[in-house]
């Protein structure tokens, strides 16, 4: 694997479970075990109840695009040759927003509402990073 030269993220005790899930191609949220709510980013406590009590579940990784930015200057060196690029805020079906790269499409396909789901892209051999890109129809199969 070629050096991945973006930033990473920082992996700690709150989160490793997210990312190793990543690692082996599911998307996973926390679900507090007293109010049933999902949360991302993962946190120790609920924000709906306050409670410390949850579970990882595999997340569906379906969403719908609520937000979108076109990138056409890079803030960072790395992402230079990407120009432009999406990023997004995705509301997936399990209630929580996520802010990801929309990939897999033209940036001018992109609009809000359109249906996407998650795929991973290794950037290291321990990193796997969330992408999401549009969702297939599934009457073109």
Not at 1 to 17: A, C, V
Not at 20 to 43: I, T, Y
Not at 83 to 105: F, M, Q, T
């Amino acid at each position: 694997m070629s050096e991945y030269t973006k930033p990473l993220p920082i992996i700690g005790k709150t989160n490793r479970e997210f990312w190793e899930g990543c690692k082996v191609g599911e998307f996973r949220l926390q679900r507090c075990e007293d109010c049933g709510q999902f949360r991302f980013p993962a946190s120790p406590l609920c924000r709906e109840c306050l409670s410390s009590r949850f579970t990882w579940v595999k997340s569906k990784g379906r969403g719908t695009v609520f937000s979108y930015i076109i990138y056409h200057q890079a803030f960072h060196k790395s992402f230079q040759d990407e120009i432009p690029y999406a990023v997004a805020v995705v509301d997936l079906e399990e209630g929580v927003r996520i802010i990801s790269r929309i990939k897999n499409c033209p940036v001018d396909s992109i609009s809000i509402g359109m249906e996407v789901s998650v795929f991973f892209e290794p950037a290291t051999d321990e990193i796997h990073l969330p992408f999401f890109e549009p969702t297939r129809d599934s009457t073109s199969l």
